[in-house]
């Protein structure tokens, strides 16, 4: 069994590439978390877990991450992803991932009411709302990465 993550932190970047998954690895890398193995999970921030933006994983990692992606092919086409993480009082929160075609701030802002939504479907209260979000303007192959990613 994997130990509870205890730290988490919000990354987001675009990138173009020669090809859909070399844009999306070149995203990943420039969100920094491109040499590590992502195991996706759900949309549960763990009891106990605190933002931290400075830690680092070991390279090859198994890396728990809840993340949203775009790759698209269309020229001049604006693509975004985001990402929000909502803190409860001292209970575990909640982590929503968007990604469309739109602006940066239309992501953000799209995963802020998403996060609020998943606290009131659950009756919690939100006492803290991280939002991280990026966009990218296609040329030939493009990809945008939101990502919450948690440590121990």
Known sequence: MLPTPRK??????????????????NALLRAGIGNL?????????PPGCVH???????????????????????????IAAAIGVGFSEDDYGVIMEFEGVCGREDAAAQVSVMVREAFAARGKRLVHLRVEAAAHRVQRHGAVVAAAVMWY
């Open 52 to 78: 931290d933006p400075d830690f680092s994983v070991p390279a090859g990692s198994l890396t728990p991450t809840a993340y949203g992606h775009l790759i698209s092919a269309e020229p001049d086409q604006e």
């Open 37 to 45: 193995n992502l195991v996706r999970v759900s949309s549960i921030l």
């Open 8 to 25: 988490v932190k919000l990354v987001a970047a675009g990138a173009e590439g020669p090809t859909p998954l070399n844009a999306f690895d």
